[in-house]
């Protein structure tokens, strides 16, 4: 990935408001996050009137749940099982928000902080990379 | 330890002492004793001469000088739910390090994803052991290729030539599947690991009917090895493989691997998570992931089931 491209993509992030993006791309792989509070300027909302809407405010406070390995995403024990935890549950330290697996190594990530599961970002059964987004919760 | 875990040791503890006992002493809630590999001649259930129970110091005796100086703790069970269970229960309350479990029958034995692991009583060697790794979790898959590898290794060392892996770490034996390898990650913050393995000695033909695979064992191929000389040798073996590990990853072991591979240069599919791909096995990566040659280029999986494509 060269330099170019690298800036061009930083420009994108800027430009369209998200917090982070993340690009791969055969052998490389490269995220851009920026800080959603203080340093750069945050775009405010237009129309701020009466109580803002609750996911709005969820994703200021959201502690994220990564991928502490490249693997297949699992949401249940085992197929046709329920799923670990549904958008919206509470959830406890500790309380197993889902495996990945990785080469035969399973590895239950459970949650670090209290919450609610505001935003689930990876599909059952689907790949993900080292350190990809897997959970927000609020 | 469930009561009908409780019921199913004490049964086998008498066993073990009387060598037969009558049928109607089997605890009927475990359903039919024939899926734990136990025959009954004329209502009794009969223990075969040569049959070989664990025994902790005789394990013990069996482990080489560095393992059993990092050995904390050795529990042989005659009958538990599932020995990677075990342990994974214990960490919960602290460090399994150098913790070592094995059982005589297990009677939920766990393969990947819930799949059940059969494990008749003494016919089979089901072994975990806990261990702290001084590698990022990140790095961590190739080291379920390492297990596998040790295994190998072990088993050579025994005498058992032939022995080859499927990717990520399943152990065949003339094509049957002779043993699995299952890790699981205790913690990623302290980086401590189950490693959980499971080989068939012998197996009886009702067992054998129970299993959806083609599955091998070591005695119908000629191998007759004492269960608790391969216990030691196998759990010495694998914490040396893991603390070479340690020191360089899994690339140093890449080439051992795939000399090793079952499907090293053959036509392939794997299917991983909801994606089905063929192509042919190029080799591993450094870390461990599975190359495949497709139709739109070289890709590489670090999860899956791959089996053989037939040819058409």
Redesign the interface.
């Given at each position: 990935m060269d330099l170019r491209k690298i800036k061009k993509l930083i420009e994108l992030v800027e430009e369209s408001g998200i917090s982070e993006l993340e690009v791969k791309s055969g052998d490389e792989a490269i995220r851009i996050a920026r800080p959603l509070a203080g340093g750069v300027a945050r775009r405010v909302p237009e129309q701020e009137v009466g109580p803002a809407p609750a996911q709005a405010t969820a994703t200021d406070s959201a502690s994220v749940v990564r991928a502490p390995m490249a693997g297949t995403f699992y949401q249940a024990l085992e197929p046709g099982a329920e799923p670990f935890v549904r958008l919206g549950q509470r959830v406890e330290v500790g309380n197993v928000l889902c495996i990945i697996e990785s080469m035969k190594m399973m590895n239950e990530i459970t949650a670090q902080t209290p919450g609610t599961v505001a935003a689930i970002d990876v599909a059952n059964g689907e790949a993900v990379a080292s350190e990809q987004v897997l959970f927000r919760l609020s | 330890m469930s009561d009908l875990t409780q019921q199913i040791a004490e049964f086998l503890e008498q066993l073990i002492e009387h060598r037969h006992l009558p049928v109607s002493l089997w605890p009927q809630d475990a359903g039919s004793h024939e899926q734990y590999g136990l025959r009954c001649v004329d209502g009794s259930i009969v223990l075969g001469a040569d049959l070989e129970v664990l025994e902790a110091s005789a394990v013990q005796a069996n482990l080489s000088a560095t393992v059993a100086d990092w050995l904390q703790q050795l529990d042989v069970y005659r009958a538990l739910g599932s020995t990677n269970a075990y342990l994974m229960d214990r960490a919960q309350q602290g460090s399994v390090d150098g913790w070592i479990c094995l059982a005589d029958l297990q009677i939920q034995g766990r393969g990947?994803?819930?799949?059940r692991w059969m494990s008749p009583f003494a016919q089979n060697l089901a072994m975990s052991l806990g261990i702290t790794v001084g590698a990022s979790?990140?790095?961590?898959?190739?080291?379920?290729?390492a297990v596998g590898l040790a295994a190998v290794d072990c088993l050579d060392s025994m005498g058992v030539r032939n022995v080859q892996l499927k990717?990520?770490?399943d152990l065949l034996l003339a094509g049957g599947k002779l043993g699995g390898?299952?890790?699981?990650?205790v913690s990623?913050a302290k980086v401590q690991?189950v490693i959980g393995i499971g080989l068939n000695l012998e197996l009886s033909e009702v067992v054998r009917g129970e299993v959806d695979q083609v599955v091998a064992d070591l005695s119908s191929h000629g191998y007759r090895v004492s269960r608790n000389v391969l216990a030691g040798k196998l759990a010495s073996s694998i914490v040396d493989y893991v603390r070479q590990f340690e020191r360089g990853g899994f690339a140093p072991m890449r080439e051992a691997y795939e000399a090793h591979h079952a499907f090293q240069g053959r036509p392939c599919r794997i299917v991983?998570?909801?994606?089905e791909v063929i192509g042919v096995v190029v080799g591993v990566s450094e870390t461990?992931?599975l190359i495949l040659e497709t139709g739109t280029g070289r890709r590489s999986f670090?999860?899956?089931d791959v089996s053989l494509r037939e040819a058409n």
């Open positions: - | 990947r994803r819930g799949r979790p990140a790095t961590l898959g190739g080291l379920s290729l990717w990520p770490n390898i299952l890790l699981e990650l990623a690991v991983s998570g909801h994606d461990g992931a670090v999860s899956g």
